[in-house]
């Protein structure tokens, strides 16, 4: 568990070695990566719903029980709710709709 936010950390820094493509593009349009979104998932994301979305930390809801649409998802991540910070700040739209899609793996 405390090694997670660790090795997301590691995975995003060596995935950008040999690419000329720098790592986080101003627009919102490049591709990211399921590697890169599970990256960012776990470095963002795990400490308060856990790598698969149950941990429930914070008062968090269960992910795998989520269901809202990708909109939905990408508001919410894009501007928090409650204890959940928002990332507009942090993330671009591509990243965060990225992750957003990464989390529906978690429906059971
Ligand atoms: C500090 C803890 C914390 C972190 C970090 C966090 N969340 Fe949350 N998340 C919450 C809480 C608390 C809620 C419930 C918000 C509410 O409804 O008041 C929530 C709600 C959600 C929901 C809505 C689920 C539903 O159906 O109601 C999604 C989706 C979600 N988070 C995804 C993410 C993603 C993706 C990240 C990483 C970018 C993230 N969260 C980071 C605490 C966190």
Sequence with gaps: MLMMPLAGLLLL????CGESAP???PSG?????????RALYIRKCSLCHGDDGKLMASKSPD???????LEERMALIT????????????LNKAEIRAVAQYIERFRD
Excluded: N, R
């Excluded at 820094?13 to 950008?16: D, E, I, L, N, V």
């Excluded at 349009?29 to 979104?37: I, L």
């Design 13 to 16: 820094a060596s995935s950008g």
């Design 63 to 69: 992910l795998s029980l989520s269901d809202l649409t």
């Design 23 to 25: 790592q986080a593009a």
């Design 29 to 37: 349009d490049q591709q990211v990566s399921e590697a890169q979104a």
């Design 79 to 90: 501007y928090g709710k409650g204890t959940m910070p928002g990332q507009k700040d942090v």
